[in-house]
């Protein structure tokens, strides 16, 4: 049994670390490595690594996109999410497509903020990228009453609220503040605070005092938001989390079987992120 994460860059994906710990836990004979994809040449890469007997693939940046246009058999929430990080290849040669960052979003609240209960106020999601659209249509689907994007560039805000329905509503930026004082998980799907890029100021100090932050970036693993949202004393949700949570079932669609959830991959993702951040 073979699986990979493909994608460009690739070479600091933890994916393989977290895969890698699962399948010594499990005893299972398998591999899982990482594979660097050059821009424009994703399909036939794909179809080589189908070629090689891989039971699938995670897609990363910046071919989710292309992933789902790829696949033979997306699944619902790839469709809505508009995007595939995950890709498993069928005996009969089909591609079947699906997206399980919702997923990892959701079960990252569900170990880090436990008892939060997503259905009962709003959620206000700062961006409007392909990661945003992804988790506002994961959002919906467990049961938000409304996700509120805000954005920069409002009109991709306003795109992502038409394709996804009227739950999902586009506000510009200055108007976060505004909007705030409603929001039960506040979610950062910016690439600000990213390492090495600018952030920007979060209106975190009129957020409820029982508000869930959530970061889906993990570079640093304490973002500028994170660290902002921790002072005024919220709880707070980190991108690693996601990271893991989106891993299990992609780890049980390549090697059959769930992963074991008692071997602490948190702990080896930390310390590999350790001397970057
Ligand atoms: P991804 O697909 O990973 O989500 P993306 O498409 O580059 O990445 O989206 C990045 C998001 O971060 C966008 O919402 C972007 O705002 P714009 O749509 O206005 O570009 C947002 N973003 C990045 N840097 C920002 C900053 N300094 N201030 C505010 N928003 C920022």
Not at 209 to 222: E, H, N, Q, S, T
Not at 271 to 276: H, I
Request: glycine fraction near 10%.
């Amino acid at each position: 049994m073979k699986a990979a994460v493909v994608g460009n860059p690739i070479a600091h994906s933890l994916s393989p670390l977290i895969h890698g710990a699962w399948l010594k836990a499990g005893a299972l004979d398998g591999t899982y490595e990482r594979v660097l994809i050059p821009l424009g040449a994703f399909p036939a890469e794909i179809h080589r690594l189908q070629a090689q007997g891989l039971s699938g693939v995670n897609v990363t940046l910046p071919f989710k996109e292309e992933a789902l246009a790829l696949a033979d058999e997306p699944s619902p929430r790839a469709v809505l999410a508009g995007a595939a990080n995950l890709l498993v290849f069928g005996a009969d040669g089909r591609i079947c497509a699906d997206n399980t960052d919702g997923e990892g979003m959701l079960g990252a609240v569900a170990a880090q903020a436990p008892g939060f209960d997503l259905t009962a106020a709003p959620v206000l999601m700062f961006g409007a990228g392909g990661a945003a659209r992804g988790a506002a249509a994961a959002l919906v689907a467990a049961g938000a009453p409304s996700v509120v994007i805000v954005n920069r560039t409002l009109a991709r805000a306003e795109a992502i609220a038409a394709e996804l329905g009227p739950k999902v509503r586009a506000f510009s930026l200055g108007e976060a503040a505004a909007l705030i004082s409603d929001a039960g998980l506040i979610v950062n799907a910016t690439s600000a605070g990213l390492a090495g890029q600018p952030g920007f100021d979060f209106p975190l100090d009129r957020a409820p005092r029982a508000a869930v932050a959530m970061d889906m970036v993990y570079k640093p693993l304490i973002t500028p938001f994170l660290a902002q949202a921790a002072d005024l004393g919220l709880r707070t949700v980190d991108g690693l989390e996601m990271l893991i949570r989106q891993a299990v079932p992609s780890f049980a669609a390549f090697f059959g079987q769930a992963p074991d959830l008692s071997v602490d991959v948190r702990g080896l993702c930390l310390a590999a992120l350790e001397p970057a951040s």
